[in-house]
T-cell receptor
Framework: KNQVEQSPQSLIILEGKNCTLQ??????????LRWYKQDTGRGPVSLTI?????NTKSNGRYTATLDADTKQSSLHITASQLSDSASYIC??????????????FGTGTRLQVTL | NAGVMQNPRHLVRRRGQEARLRCSPV?????VYWYRQLPEEGLKFMVY????????ESGMPKERFSAEFPKEGPSILRIQQVVRGDSAAYFC?????????????FGPGTRLTVL
């Protein structure tokens, strides 16, 4: 069964600090891995996407890593801002059976950035 | 350049009533996906539709739930005889092509509360 597990479940950090969120997955056959940011009351917005051959991808202060051998990914947020407060969701795409990709969603890490 | 629109944003129904959720995809997108998010859980795939066709409904309960994406107009997710367990956030996503890499754009969601 395809699964995506994220840790920690929640995290509180001070503004300006860095943090790293973790994602472990068992999805096969693997297509790609995305990190999404979901603000409260909004839909998820894609931050990064990585395929099997990529092991790092940056988007501003967000840097994602992927280790396809250990099936682990991390999202590092640098110099956090109050607006980074959101849920961060790891989503792994499996190759479909000729139709749409199958997406498996993690339950997310709830990040709160405080003053 | 409107993104995915969903309405209503909040919907309250009493047990036994019908809930009708609407999703207008990004202009030009012909593929629509519906997801359900229970409190403290990840998004779960329900159904994938193209115009006038249901491609994959493997995540949708067999009873009481139905979805359509007509040639004209929004996609509709219909829940008949709602029960308290149907209370959740329902997200719609769209893509312009068969989403082989998982590229989907999410709407803001409809929060259904069943009293």
């Amino acid at each position: 069964k395809n699964q995506v597990e994220q840790s920690p479940q929640s995290l509180i950090i001070l503004e300006g600090k860095n943090c790293t969120l973790q994602c472990n997955y068992t999805v096969s056959p693997f297509s790609n891995l995305r990190w999404y940011k979901q603000d409260t009351g909004r839909g998820p917005v894609s931050l990064t996407i990585m395929t099997f051959s990529e092991n790092t991808k940056s988007n501003g202060r967000y840097t994602a890593t992927l280790d396809a051998d250990t099936k682990q990914s991390s999202l590092h947020i640098t110099a956090s801002q109050l607006s980074d407060s959101a849920s961060y969701i790891c989503v792994v795409s499996a190759l479909g059976t000729g139709t749409a990709s199958k997406l498996t969603f993690g339950t997310g890490t709830r990040l709160q950035v405080t003053l | 350049n409107a993104g995915v629109m969903q309405n209503p944003r909040h919907l309250v129904r009493r047990r036994g009533q019908e809930a009708r959720l609407r999703c207008s995809p990004v202009k030009g997108h012909s593929h629509v996906y519906w997801y359900r998010q229970l409190p403290e859980e990840g998004l779960k795939f329900m159904v994938y539709l193209q115009k006038e066709n249901i491609i994959d409904e493997s995540g949708m309960p067999k009873e009481r739930f139905s979805a359509e994406f007509p040639k004209e107009g929004p996609s509709i997710l219909r829940i008949q005889q709602v029960v308290r367990g149907d209370s959740a956030a329902y997200f719609c996503a769209s893509s312009p092509w068969m989403a082989g890499d998982g590229t989907q754009y999410f709407g803001p969601g409809t929060r259904l509360t069943v009293l």
